[in-house]
Nanobody
Framework: QLQVVESGGGLVQPGGSLRLSCAVS????????IGWFRQAPGKEREGVSC????????YYADSVKGRFTISRDNAKSTVYLQMSSLEPEDTAVYYC????????????????????????WGQGTQVTVSS
């Protein structure tokens, strides 16, 4: 069974950096997507960044492009989200999620339109950017 466990997050000043980790277990499929989503108070959950098993294809939301980097450590079965140049607008609860055993869909579409395919979700970790 596909499971994810998040770690990281916390309070950081504007311009600072944080790294979120997502430990994934139960991945035995050829095609899967691991994604980071976030939800700020009063806003809908949005896809921040996703990585696909297909050549490690990645997607970034425009709001984080150039500041966030998603990466995989296959040996550790862990996906990271390195967040730099953080802004107060990045304040949210961040969730890691995994989608496996689904039809092939480009990683951008998975992250933006097919959230329903992400069957396994972490508990969420709070990221607060404030001075």
């Amino acid at each position: 069974q596909l499971q994810v466990v998040e770690s990281g997050g916390g309070l950081v000043q504007p311009g600072g950096s944080l790294r979120l980790s997502c430990a994934v277990s139960g991945l035995t499929l050829d095609y899967y997507v691991i994604g980071w989503f976030r939800q700020a108070p009063g806003k809908e959950r949005e896809g921040v960044s996703c990585v696909s098993s297909v050549e490690g294809s990645t997607y970034y939301a425009d709001s984080v492009k150039g500041r966030f980097t998603i990466s995989r450590d296959n040996a550790k079965s862990t996906v990271y989200l390195q967040m730099s140049s953080l802004e107060p607008e990045d304040t949210a609860v961040y969730y890691c999620a995994a989608a496996g055993g689904v039809p092939y869909i480009p990683v951008q579409d998975m992250c933006v339109m097919y959230e329903l395919y992400f069957a396994s979700w972490g508990q969420g970790t709070q990221v607060t950017v404030s001075s």
